[in-house]
């Protein structure tokens, strides 16, 4: 009798786990089914790398996780989006009510107003020394988070929210006013870009900067000859924000303007320039591409490998490779994510391998670009 209980117990734990490998599946082998023939193994590992990314200490970690959320569909991925809502990180909330909201999911609303209606810190003006510099830095980061979840409000198909955004163009602070005027835009108040359009030609950097930034993530095509002439700012952030801006556009016209940037004397410029060629899908600029998987950083050579992979171009991918071998540890998890813009069968197979890289920034790169590889193929296979 003993025996038989032993044995039952034994098939209802093998019961369990079927069931658990079913509910993984769920979520992520809906976008293998038309893509690359992955093993089911190596579909499992990736989606342990990303729920062990969802529950790391490190919050940059956390929040780079659940961005690839976006790309699975099924009840995992819905319950750990709506875990992540509670996450002690802002960012990390903000990022999952965006990614709900896209899927037609509005529970995060109420997270991203309460992130929106927090203060910028203490105003108290008795603070001297360090304990003001440290102030100082909290509001600067209270005032970027609460412009970020103004900003996510425009993922919400919702006119009442509307009130709210103009309220906040009314906020002490500027990123905050900011945040809101791009979420107007983004929602069809063409009055926002015009001001922004304007805004290019300020004397303040700072105040450049910000209107750059704020054409490229509203993404009006209309917005491209601006962006054009920001590209020859003299100031490399500045510069460098134009370039990301055109890539968000993504109008091939701008190809031509973005390959003089490849040899700019910032790297950042020709990291940026290289992405957005990739984004734009401007075949014709290959050979500038190439050229720049021989250049001095090897953040702008995985750049222009990921751009060349983008226009069907495999040829950087032993520059990715290297990088992988490498002891620089930003130059892997960037490789790792990079393996996903080349849709080629040792891309993928790189990829699977680096699952088992020692560092988790690198393990969540790799499982990000198989989910990037499969979505991406499942695409355009239809």
């Known amino acids: 009798m003993k025996k038989k209980k032993f044995i039952h117990k034994v098939l209802r734990s093998r019961v369990f786990v079927v069931l658990g490998c079913c509910l993984v599946f769920g979520a992520v082998l809906s976008l293998f089914a ?18 062990e990314g969802l529950r790391y200490k490190d919050s940059v970690v956390r929040e780079e996780a659940v961005k690839v959320l976006e790309l699975t569909d ?120 015009i001001v ?48 990301t801006g055109l890539g968000n556009i993504k109008v091939e016209d701008s190809s031509d303007a973005l390959a003089e940037f490849l040899t700019d004397s910032s790297g950042l410029v020709r990291e940026k320039a290289a992405w957005a060629l990739g984004e734009t899908g401007a075949k014709e600029k290959a050979a500038n591409l190439k050229a720049s998987l021989q250049d001095p950083n090897v953040i702008v050579e995985l750049a222009a490998a990921g751009a060349l992979g983008k226009i069907g171009d495999a040829s950087g991918l032993p520059t990715v490779e290297t990088a992988l071998n490498s002891n620089d540890m930003d ?34 790169g790799a499982a990000v670009s198989l989910f990037r590889m499969a979505r991406q193929n499942q695409k355009e296979s239809k």
């Open 196 to 243: 922004f359009s304007s805004a290019i030609n300020d004397s303040d950097q700072g105040i450049r900067l910000a209107a750059v930034e704020a054409l490229g993530e509203v993404g009006d095509p209309k917005s491209v000859t601006v962006l054009i002439k920001a590209l020859n700012d003299t100031d490399e952030a500045v510069r460098a924000a134009a370039a």
């Open 34 to 51: 038309k893509g690359f023939e992955i093993n089911r193994k190596a579909l499992t590992r990736a989606w342990m790398v990303i729920e």
């Open 74 to 193: 099924g009840p995992q991925s819905r319950k750990e989006l709506l875990s992540a809502l509670s996450d002690e990180s802002e960012y990390v909330r903000i990022w999952a009510a965006k990614i709900l909201a896209k899927k037609g999911d509005y529970s995060g609303k109420r997270v991203l107003l309460q992130i929106l209606s927090g203060t910028s810190g203490s105003k108290k003006g008795d603070l001297t020394g360090p304990l003001a510099t440290l102030e100082k830095m909290k509001n600067l980061a209270k005032g970027r988070i609460r412009g970020e979840a103004a900003k996510a409000l425009a993922s919400f198909d919702d006119p009442e929210l509307v009130s709210v955004l103009k309220d906040s163009k009314k906020d002490d602070d500027g990123r905050v006013r900011d945040g809101a005027a791009v979420a107007l835009a983004l929602m069809g108040d063409t009055s926002e870009t």
């Open 331 to 364: 130059a892997r998890s960037q490789a790792a994510l990079t393996l996903g813009d080349i849709l080629s069968k040792p891309s993928q197979s790189l990829a699977i391998k680096t699952l088992e890289d020692g560092n988790i920034k690198t393990r969540l």
